[in-house]
Structure formats: structure tokens, C-alpha cells
């Protein structure tokens, strides 16, 4: 079974710092997805950013970038120049392709962002 | 684009009694959509994937008599828990997969449940 690990239960960064949040993952799968999801306090799940496994770019969006590392099964997630609105819960995803196919959630991060 | 509707985003139901949440995607269709429940600071559970025009595949340990998933449309997907108890008391969230650009799950806004 697939399974997601994030191993730190919770994050603080200070305002305009970077933040690198942690995720591994187990698949035996060769095309997959991964994603990284933030929970605000209104509970609304928003999409930071995707990575296609076959793609070995490493997708950014804005302050947002992950490194992801096949090999190892790591897809860590980077805040840079952090906000006050950065401050989450942050989820690591993972789903293989397929219209069925469902999301496996990590633990998830709570992120405190700090003046 | 691609945006999921969730209704009611809270309820506050008597034990005994059955609250149906649904699920709407507003401007694509969608053959599956999946709802979850999520205890306070913890993750997402899957409980169910819902598919149209056909039986929801519930996860293990999620009683499909206790919550009743129908996908008549490919634009509803509605979960009734049903006979409900406080230990029911809980957010349910739905999500639907969506190709709209790149590939990617919408999530509707929730719905808390409270159960007295």
C-alpha cells in the first residue's frame, strides 16, 4: 500500500524567511502524482503545487518550489520569503494516474509563521 | 474553473436522526468524486470514492449502511450519514478529480457535522 510520511508535526518560520517542509513517500508505482495541499483555518483545501513523477523538473509556483527526489521517494516542500498567510496546515499527497485513482494524505505540518 | 460546491458548511443534527450533505461540481463534470472525514488537527481520511451511475467503494471500516453515498449525476454526489450519533460529530470534505489544464483534485469547503 502506498503510504505518505510527513515527519514534522509542526513548522515556524519567521516572516520573510525560507521554510523547507518535509515528505516521503512508498510506492512501487513508476507514474505517479504528488501534491502539497494548505488548510487554513476556514478548512478550504487549496492546491500549492503538483509534480508529475516522469517530469525531473522540479515544479515551482511563485515562492513555492519542491525538490523531488524519485529515487529517494522525497518531495520536500519550499516557502521562500514566508507570509503571515503562509501559516497552515500543509498536506503531502500522493496518487497514481487514473480516473478512479484517490489522493493518499501525509500527517500533515502545521506551519506558524512568526513576526 | 473547476469548482466544487459543498452543502450545508455546518449542521447541527438531533442523535437518531439522518443529515445528507452534498456535493456539487458547479462547471465540470465529474464521473468521480470522493469524501472524507477529518477529526480535529488531523488528516484527511478517505471514506469513500463515489462513482456515477454506480455503487461507492467505501474504505475499510467505514460502514456503507451508516453512510449512504449516491452519485446519480455527474454533477452530485451526495453523502447521507444516517441514524446519527455524536461520535458521528466530525468535518466531512468531498473532492472531485478533475483534467481541467493539468491534472488535480478540487475540494468542495466542507461541511461540520454536530451531532447532539
Known amino acids: ?115 | 474553473g473547476a469548482v466544487v460546491s459543498q452543502h450545508p458548511s455546518w449542521v447541527i443534527c438531533k442523535s437518531g436522526t439522518s443529515v445528507k450533505i452534498e456535493c456539487r461540481s458547479l462547471d465540470f463534470q465529474a464521473t468521480t468524486m470522493f469524501w472524507y472525514r477529518q477529526f480535529p488537527k488531523q488528516s484527511l481520511m478517505l471514506m469513500a470514492t463515489s462513482n456515477e451511475g454506480s455503487k461507492a467503494t467505501y474504505e475499510q471500516g467505514v460502514e456503507k449502511d451508516k453512510f449512504l453515498i449516491n452519485h446519480a449525476s455527474l454533477t452530485l454526489s451526495t453523502l447521507t450519514v444516517t441514524s446519527a450519533h455524536p461520535e458521528d460529530s466530525s468535518f466531512y470534505i468531498c473532492s472531485a478529480r478533475t483534467d481541467r489544464g493539468q491534472y488535480g483534485y478540487t475540494f468542495g469547503s466542507g461541511t461540520r457535522l454536530t451531532v447532539v
Open chain 1, 1 to 115: 500500500a502506498q503510504t505518505v510520511t510527513q515527519s514534522q508535526p509542526e513548522m515556524s518560520v519567521q516572516e520573510a524567511e525560507t521554510v523547507t517542509l518535509s515528505c516521503t513517500y512508498d510506492t512501487s508505482e513508476s507514474d505517479y502524482y504528488l501534491f502539497w495541499y494548505k488548510q487554513p483555518p476556514s478548512r478550504q483545501m487549496i492546491l500549492v503545487i503538483r509534480q508529475e513523477a516522469y517530469k525531473q523538473q522540479n515544479a515551482t509556483e511563485n515562492r513555492f518550489s519542491v525538490n523531488f527526489q524519485k529515487a529517494a521517494k522525497s518531495f520536500s516542500l519550499k516557502i521562500s520569503d514566508s507570509q503571515l498567510g503562509d501559516a497552515a496546515m500543509y498536506f503531502c499527497a500522493y496518487t497514481i494516474t487514473g480516473t478512479a485513482s484517490k489522493l493518499t494524505f501525509g500527517t500533515g505540518t502545521r506551519l506558524q509563521v512568526t513576526l
